[in-house]
C-alpha cells in the first residue's frame, strides 16, 4: 500500500514542482522586461538581472526581449508583444 502511494505521488509531486519552478522563472523574465522598459527611458539597451540562481538577460534591438536557461535546461526567451 506504501509502495503504490509513494509510487504515485512522488511523479505528481515531482511534475508540480517542475511546473512552480518554471512558471516562477516566467515571472521572473516578465519583471525583468519592466524593469528593463524603465532602463530605456536612460538609453540603457542591454543588462542582465540575477534571481534565484538565474541569470536574465534583457537587450533591445527593436524589440525587448529577455532570455534565461530554465530549470529544465532550456535556453527561453520571452519578448514583449
Do not use: N
Amino acid at each position: 500500500m506504501v509502495m503504490l502511494l509513494s509510487g504515485s505521488l512522488l511523479p505528481l509531486h515531482q511534475q508540480i514542482q517542475s511546473s512552480v519552478e518554471m512558471k516562477k522563472e516566467r515571472l521572473e523574465a516578465a519583471e525583468t522586461l519592466y524593469e528593463a522598459a524603465s532602463m530605456l527611458r536612460f538609453g540603457v539597451t542591454w543588462g542582465e538581472r540575477m534571481s534565484g540562481g538565474v541569470t536574465y538577460r534583457w537587450k533591445y534591438d527593436g524589440s525587448l526581449c529577455v532570455e534565461y536557461q530554465s530549470y529544465s535546461g532550456k535556453q527561453v526567451a520571452v519578448c514583449e508583444s
